[in-house]
Structures are given as structure tokens and as C-alpha cells.
T-cell receptor, first 112, second 114 residues
Framework: GQQLNQSPQSMFIQEGEDVSMNCTSSSIFNTWLWYKQDPGEGPVLLIALYKAGELTSNGRLTAQFGTTRKDSFLNISASIPSDVGIYFC????????????FGQGTTLQVKP | DTGVSQDPRHKITKRGQNVTFRCDPI?????LYWYRQTLGQGPEFLTY????????KSRLLSDRFSAERPKGSFSTLEIQRTEQGDSAMYLC????????????FGEGSWLTVV
């Protein structure tokens, strides 16, 4: 089945540093999404990408939909302590489906 | 709070017992989704409804699992004869069908089978 490989698995950075994480797939996706999950909570949508090559920002977050439709990356600039959490990429396959396929997550820790 | 609401938030049950989780979506949302998440993994799709119709089911949804959305509003997910492998967080989410990429998740229901 379709799988997403998300990297890195975890990151420990200093406050103020920029962060980059990415997601690759063995097959193409219609849409890419990035979520953040805090402990004990459900995922919260950060950015949605709809077109190959699309670059979208949300505050200090920037994400891109890869031109091959098989990858996406998320950048966080000038990290702050509240950026701590688990970041998930998710892809929606083509076709009439409500399903999202999630990556394994990138755990981000920020040292003040 | 008008977000997706799930109940109970935590459930500990003995192996072999049945459990039921309830989800109340955002009020005008016609799509409702169930996902399962285990520690260290991303959420895995189980099933989704558009209004009261269950349109898609994952192979993860074994015959011990049943989901309903009888009036197109709240939904229940029942697990019969629970097994230790069912221990996970069960996430409910909702969206408008015309904005299906803007999916809002609830806080999840943690299930521990002992």
C-alpha cells in the first residue's frame, strides 16, 4: 500500500534556529497537508497544498508540494519553545477517497 | 467549544469486553472520519461517513469494529471482544465535503485493553 517516509524522526534544536523536515512517498498524491500534534491532543492542520510546485506560508511556516507529487517539505523559521510537538505530513490519494495517509511524524524539541 | 468532541477521553477495559466511543462533529460538517493512532505512529484511516452513509472502510476495520452515524450527526465506534492490540487512541475528525482537505480532529479517545 501507499506509505509516507518522513524525516528526520526527531530534532532537538536551539530557540531561534530554522527547522526543515520532509516527506516522501512511493506514489503520487493529489494533496499534501502538514499537521502538528501536541501530547494528548488531536492533530491540528497547519498548511494544505493543492498543486504540484505550490509554495505556501503560514506565519513562520512554509511548505512546498514537490513537482513530482511524491514529496513535500515543511520549514519553520526562527523556532520558539511553543513549536515543540510532533509534526505529521499527510497525503490524499487521487480518486474518490476521504482517506489521508500520514507519515510517522517528526518530533521537534526546542531548547530555550 | 464548537470543535469536534469525543467521549470518553480515556477508557480502560478488560480483554474481551466491548467498548463504544462517541464523536460529535462540528455542527455543519457533513463528513465524519475515524482514525486510529498508536504511540510513535501517525494516524491510520479507519472509515468515513458522508452524512449517514458510510462511504469507505479500511482493511484495518475488522469485523469486530463497527461504526455508525445514524442521523448524519454524531457517530459511534464500537469495538467488540477487545484485544490488547486494540489499545490505541481513536481519533474522530470532521469536514465539509466541499472542503474535504480542511479536516478538524477531535482530542481523541484513549483505549487501553488490559
Amino acid at each position: 500500500g501507499q506509505q509516507l517516509n518522513q524525516s528526520p524522526q526527531s530534532m532537538f534544536i536551539q530557540e531561534g534556529e530554522d527547522v526543515s523536515m520532509n516527506c516522501t512517498s512511493s506514489s503520487i498524491f493529489n494533496t499534501w497537508l502538514w499537521y502538528k500534534q501536541d501530547p494528548g491532543e488531536g492533530p491540528v492542520l497547519l498548511i494544505a497544498l493543492y498543486k504540484a510546485g505550490e509554495l505556501t506560508s503560514n506565519g513562520r511556516l512554509t511548505a512546498q508540494f514537490g513537482t513530482t507529487r511524491k514529496d513535500s517539505f515543511l520549514n519553520i523559521s526562527a523556532s520558539i519553545p511553543s513549536d515543540v510537538g510532533i509534526y505529521f505530513c499527510a497525503g490524499r490519494p487521487f480518486g474518490n477517497t476521504g482517506k489521508l495517509i500520514f507519515g510517522q511524524g517528526t518530533t521537534l524539541q526546542v531548547k530555550p | 467549544d464548537t470543535g469536534v468532541s469525543q467521549d470518553p477521553r480515556h477508557k480502560i477495559t478488560k480483554r474481551g469486553q466491548n467498548v463504544t466511543f462517541r464523536c460529535d462533529p462540528i455542527s455543519e460538517h457533513n463528513r465524519l472520519y475515524w482514525y486510529r493512532q498508536t504511540l510513535g505512529q501517525g494516524p491510520e484511516f479507519l472509515t468515513y461517513f458522508q452524512n449517514e452513509a458510510q462511504l469507505e472502510k479500511s482493511r484495518l476495520l475488522s469485523d469486530r469494529f463497527s461504526a455508525e452515524r445514524p442521523k448524519g450527526s454524531f457517530s459511534t465506534l464500537e469495538i467488540q471482544r477487545t484485544e490488547q492490540g486494540d489499545s490505541a487512541m481513536y481519533l474522530c475528525a470532521s469536514s465539509l465535503w466541499q472542503e474535504a482537505n480542511t479536516i478538524y480532529f477531535g482530542e481523541g479517545s484513549w483505549l487501553t485493553v488490559v
